[in-house]
């Protein structure tokens, strides 16, 4: 039988305790309420999806820390056939 690969775990933060807030900001704004979440794209690109609590405004960043434009995600989430 296969061994399933090992998962890992990232913390979660959050917004109310200030000691569980991972250092995240809003590129816009500057303000630390942000929710982050990592994911891989349908072509399975590993990518991070930042949106502020304050000014709405969302970003989405390659594992390599290079902002990707929205055009970009909605492409790399597009089923090829």
Do not use: F, Y
């Not at 891989?40 to 304050?54: F, I, Q």
């Not at 709405?56 to 995600?73: F, N, Y």
């Amino acid at each position: 039988m296969a061994r399933a690969a090992a998962t890992v775990h990232t913390p979660l933060g959050s917004l109310t305790q200030r000691n569980a807030r991972d250092g995240a900001c809003c590129r816009a704004c500057g303000s630390e309420r942000v929710t982050t979440i990592a994911m891989n794209l349908t072509d399975g690109s590993p990518v991070k999806l930042t949106s502020c609590h304050r000014c709405e405004h969302r970003t989405w960043q390659e594992q390599t820390g290079g902002v990707l434009p929205v055009a970009s995600v909605l492409d790399k989430t597009r089923k090829i056939r």
